[in-house]
Each structure stands twice: as C-alpha cells, then as structure tokens.
C-alpha cells in the first residue's frame, strides 16, 4: 500500500507548475525538436493529477495495480508527462534532457515498454481514451476503486474512434473514467475550429450521457475543483473541458514570433532564455 495521498495548496501547484514549465522548455530545446506548446497549455491538469491528491501512484512501485491511471493520449505533450514523473520521483530529472535522444527512454512519444509509470503507448491519435476505457472496464471487474483519467487535445476530439469511446464508456456507466479535453484551440495545422469543428464540446458530451464541467483550464484553483468534482461522481464517466492556451506561460514569445500556435516547434536558444526568464520566481 501506499501512503495517504498528499494534497498541496494551490499556491504550491502553482510553483510546481511554474517548475514544469521550465522543464518543457529546458528538454525540448536541448532536443531541438518536440512539442513544447502543447505540453505548456496541459501544465495545469498534469500538476494537479499528479501533486494535487488526485493520482494515487507510487514511484517506487509503477505497477502497483491499485494505482490509478494517467494516459496522455496526445502523447506528442509527453513533455508535460515526463517533467511530472520527475517531480515525482519516478526517475530523475536529469534524465529530462535526454528527451528524444538515440536510446533514452524519453521517447518522442510516451512507450509503455520503455518507461515504467507510463500506462499507454500514445501518439497515434484518437486512442488514449479506448485505452482508458479498457482500463476503466478492467479495474471495475477485478474490484478496484483505482480511477482512470485521460487527457485528449481538441485537435484529437476530430477522430471517430474517441466518439465510440464515448459512447462505450456511457454504456458501462464507467464512472472511475474522467476524460480532458485540453481545448488550447489549435491543432497541428491552424485553429482546431478551422481544420474540423468539433465544439460545442459540453453540449455533445452530454447528449453522450457524461457528467460535463467547463473550466478555465490555465487557473490551478479551478482545476483542482473540477478533478474533485469529477472523482466524485460514481455512477457515470465524467469529462472536463479544460479551456486553455496553447503554450501558456510563454505567450509573449509566440506572440513576438507572430505564431500563437508553434505547434511541433522547440524555442531556439536564445528564445528558451528568454521564456526561462518569464517563469523565474
Ligand atoms: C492519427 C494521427 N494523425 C495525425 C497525427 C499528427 N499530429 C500530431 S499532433 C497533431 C495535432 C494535435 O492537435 P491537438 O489534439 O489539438 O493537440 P495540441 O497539440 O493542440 O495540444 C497532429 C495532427 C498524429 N499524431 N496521429
Ligand atoms: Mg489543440
């Protein structure tokens, strides 16, 4: 067994958001390739699930199987992933800067089979949350309180297999499964609204039969609420729409850059400098 789940205060989730944010920065500039904005808009989520009393794991243990589930099925933010489990002693923080390096288990992408404490193998969108499913399903049938929680990007809401996803997991009234929608308002290629409009988001997962709450997704006090809210409820899956910004935290840099998205870009040197000075203190 673990130890009782500790909870931080909001003003410590926020400092070790901000502890995050540099580590994004610092491994995907020493990369020179990943997905540094993705990862900065999900920070918020992560830090809480993590630091914040929600996601029951324990480093020393990463199959523990009571634990609960953390599956990032916008694995191209592992970024925000790795940076977590660091902090949380899953490995150590060194290791962060190997990130896509020939051999480091930092891949790319999150690979189960690489890394302990990763749950899923993602990247491939549209997966994460049949995973989830799967997990939810299994957990319940083998007795286990354990929750499974999966992060999704509002680029990736536009695959068909996340809609049977939904659909499923309202049929098994899978109430240990929570899905975020990180809605930072782009995907790979433009605004997400303008390659395929997905939103009204609550309003669809409703009609989809989940208990729904829309937060503003950058703020840690509202997340917390929402993540206590979710694991709460029981008796049926629950979702957040978490509305953020895409590269939160460094936002004067892309507006500089004249590109609010920066998708699948790593901050140059001399930018990382300057977006390391904005998260001082
Ligand atoms: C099945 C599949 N199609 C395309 C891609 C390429 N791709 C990588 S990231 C991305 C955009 C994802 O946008 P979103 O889900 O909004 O995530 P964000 O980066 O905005 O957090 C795409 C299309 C992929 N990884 N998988
Ligand atoms: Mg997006």
Known sequence: MVAERKKA???????KAKVLRRHIIEMTTEAASGHPTSSLSAVEVVTALYFG?????DPKQPHWPDRDRIILSKGHACPVLYSAMAEAGFFPTSLLLTLRKLGSVLEGHPNLKRLPGIEASTGSLGQGLSIGVGQALGLRMDKRSSHVFVIIGDGEMGEGQVWEALATAHKYKLGNLTAIIDQNGYQQTGAAKDVLDQTPFADKLAAFGWH????????MAPVVEALEKATAITDRPTAIVSQTQKGFG???????EHDLNYHGKPLSKKLAEKALALLKG
């Open 250 to 256: 460094i936002l004067p840099i892309l507006e500089e």
């Open 53 to 57: 009393g929600f996601l029951n794991v």
């Open 212 to 219: 729904v709450q829309t937060i503003e997704g950058n703020k």
């Open 9 to 15: 205060s909001i003003a410590e989730l926020e400092a």
